[in-house]
Structure formats: structure tokens, C-alpha cells
């Protein structure tokens, strides 16, 4: 069964480095990958990689878009291994774009690699090692580790309301894994929230 936006058409755009896998992110999201700044786009995704940092022409298109006041979010992609932090990414993000939120951070298992999300808005983890991705309540030890990520959270979402993300004046850092599909429901969700330029 399709969402109600399933049909709809949505002009998106994905910004990046090679290295965060700008094609790979526009085909899984059916978007295009843009190398300057595109006004005539319903949503900007900006793609970056823990490893490899924000280039300076993904920077500017960024600083380029303030104008339009078009919906931008950003995905961290490279996330597979325990050397690649989304906390840092967010916090490099945070300096050169401007500040974004993060409802959802990374849970690793034992080994290390991510493999869930927990939800800061009711500390529901997404548990993407099952398959479809388990929803369950997480555990008193996930709720004092993510503590201050989710007072940070609710202090920055406290005077926007519901459409603060397809106004353009909200930007959500989300985690992702093309591989796993870690994050991927989660873009998608955003992406349902935008009005179809059709």
C-alpha cells in the first residue's frame, strides 16, 4: 500500500562530496544530484561523510540555499564501522551549515557497527538487524545515554511547530545506512511531509 504522497512529485536534490555517495543517496530517494544550487527544488539533501568531512562546494551550496528558504536536511552516510561517529559529523555540520536537530541517534551492538535508532521524541529504537526493522521501547541504560542529546532535542524543536521542516526553517541531521537501510524509512518519512509540486 502506497502513502498518500507516494505519487506525488517531488523535485529533490542531493548535495556532497563523492564521498558520502551523493548518486547512491539520489537513486535510492528517486532525486538528482546537484552540483550548484538548485532554487527550483522541493528538498535539498545534503550528504556527508564522517570520514571525509564537508567540502567546501557542498558548504557554499548550503550557504546558497538560505535565500529560498527551500526544506534541507542532512544525511550522515558511511556509517559502518565504529571509526565513523554521526555525533561528530553533527557537530562539524552544526559549524560550517548551521544548526540542525538530531531525533534519532545511532545504537551499535557489540561488535561496534550501527545497527539501530532510537527516537529522541519517545525513545523508540529502530532496530534495523531484523528484517523488516523492529520498533520496540528502549531500556533505562539507552534513555541515560542519550539523556542530554534529547534535552538538546526538545530545547531546539520547543517553538517550532509541526511544519518547521517543510517551512525551511528546521533542519534534521539524520544517520543513514544504504547497505543495512538504517535511516532510509526515516528520510522517506521526512520526504512525506513536503507538499508534491505536481
Do not use: C
Given at each position: 500500500?502506497?502513502?498518500?504522497s507516494?505519487?506525488?512529485?517531488?523535485?529533490?536534490?542531493?548535495?556532497?562530496h563523492a564521498?558520502?555517495?551523493?548518486?547512491?543517496l539520489?537513486?535510492?530517494f528517486?532525486?538528482t544530484?546537484?552540483?550548484?544550487?538548485?532554487?527550483e527544488?522541493?528538498?535539498?539533501i545534503?550528504?556527508?561523510?564522517p570520514?571525509?568531512?564537508?567540502?567546501q562546494?557542498?558548504i557554499?551550496n548550503?550557504?546558497?540555499?538560505?535565500?529560498?528558504?527551500i526544506p534541507?536536511l542532512?544525511v550522515?552516510?558511511?556509517?559502518?564501522?565504529?571509526?565513523?561517529?554521526?555525533?561528530?559529523?553533527?557537530?562539524v555540520a552544526?559549524?560550517v551549515?548551521?544548526?540542525?536537530?538530531t531525533p534519532?541517534?545511532?545504537?551499535h551492538?557489540e561488535?561496534?557497527e550501527p545497527?539501530?535508532?532510537?527516537?529522541?521524541q519517545d525513545l523508540q529504537?529502530i532496530?534495523?538487524s531484523?528484517n523488516?526493522?523492529?520498533?520496540?521501547a528502549?531500556e533505562?541504560e539507552?534513555?541515560?545515554?542519550?539523556?542530554?542529546f534529547?534535552?538538546?532535542y526538545?530545547e531546539l524543536?520547543?517553538?517550532m511547530?509541526?511544519?518547521a521542516f517543510?517551512a525551511g526553517?528546521?533542519?534534521?541531521?539524520?544517520?543513514?545506512?544504504?547497505?543495512?537501510?538504517?535511516g532510509v524509512?526515516v528520510?522517506r518519512?521526512?520526504?512525506?511531509?513536503?507538499?508534491?509540486s505536481?
Open positions: 500500500m502506497s502513502s498518500p507516494a505519487n506525488s512529485v517531488k523535485r529533490i536534490h542531493v548535495y556532497g564521498s558520502a555517495s551523493p548518486q547512491a539520489a537513486t535510492a528517486a532525486a544530484v546537484a552540483h550548484s544550487p538548485q532554487d527544488s522541493d528538498l535539498a545534503f550528504a556527508i561523510n570520514s571525509a568531512g564537508v567540502d562546494l557542498t557554499e548550503w550557504a546558497a540555499l538560505d535565500d529560498f528558504q534541507r542532512v550522515v552516510n558511511g556509517l559502518d564501522g565504529q571509526e565513523l561517529d554521526f555525533e561528530d559529523a553533527v557537530m552544526n559549524r551549515f548551521t544548526q540542525l536537530i534519532y541517534l545511532v545504537l551492538d561488535n561496534g545497527t539501530a535508532l532510537i527516537r529522541l529504537i532496530d534495523y531484523k523488516p526493522p523492529a520498533i520496540h528502549s533505562p539507552h534513555e541515560e545515554v542519550v539523556r542530554e534529547r534535552e538538546e526538545f524543536t520547543s517553538e511547530d509541526d511544519g517543510a526553517i528546521l533542519f534534521p541531521a539524520i544517520p543513514i545506512n544504504l547497505l543495512t537501510g538504517m524509512d528520510v518519512s521526512y520526504i512525506d511531509l513536503l507538499p508534491s505536481s
